[in-house]
């Protein structure tokens, strides 16, 4: 290839590259604004008459699991800073399953909550545990190269000191802040406010 067309290639992609960064960062906003409605919530729609409302086998005791998931996926993608209102579309004869959808849903997302709670908080004693082990380790690693000048030994512990503070470093700095983010989420669809559509 010429150089001149090389030239015009990264052109072409840098431009290509620009247009999609910019409309990256209107994405959120664009998806947001589309769902905002006079009250200044984001409403999420949710079409219950079509699709089976209860998880199979449960006994109409749990939410089936994909409208869960449709509703974490549709709400991923709105700001942080808007509130959420989910409009259930539901049948005439589901009417009367309204309190019960109501609190299946808010068991499920409070539930879900206390869960990536949990999650964090072991998070944090694995943390813990791995930045001691790794200090234990290193101290001695230090002891045992002062005391016997070093060898094949020491140079394990070295490293088994070394990924155990790697352990921590990694948990706290990656693992901490992705469990955090879905936290965040699944607090929204905590706090979300549920509205019912009775269609024929």
């Known amino acids: 290839m010429d150089k001149e067309k090389l030239k015009s290639i990264r052109k072409t992609y840098k431009e290509e590259l620009k247009e999609l960064k910019e409309g990256k960062l209107n994405l959120f906003e664009d998806h947001t604004s589309s769902l905002l409605e006079e009250d200044g919530r984001a409403h999420i729609k949710v079409d219950l008459r079509n699709e089976e409302i209860y998880e199979p086998y449960s006994g109409k005791e749990k939410l089936n699991t994909s409208l869960f998931e449709h509703i974490q996926n549709e709400v991923r993608y709105i700001k942080p800073v808007c509130p959420i209102c989910l409009d259930f579309y539901i049948d005439k004869k589901d009417e009367m399953d309204i309190e019960k959808i109501t609190s299946l849903y808010e068991k499920s997302a409070r539930f879900a909550f206390a869960s990536a709670s949990n999650e ?27 005391l016997f000048n070093g060898n094949f030994f020491g140079e394990i512990i070295s490293i088994a000191s070394w990924v155990f503070i790697w352990e921590a470093v990694d948990r706290y700095f990656f693992t901490r802040l992705g469990i955090q983010k879905d936290g965040l989420l699944l607090a929204r669809l905590a ?10």
């Open 120 to 146: 964090l908080r072991k998070n944090r004693i694995v943390i813990v545990v791995s930045l001691v082990l790794g200090i234990l380790f290193l101290i001695a690693y230090e002891l045992f190269m002062f």
């Open 191 to 200: 706090s979300a406010k549920l509205v019912f559509h009775v269609k024929d």
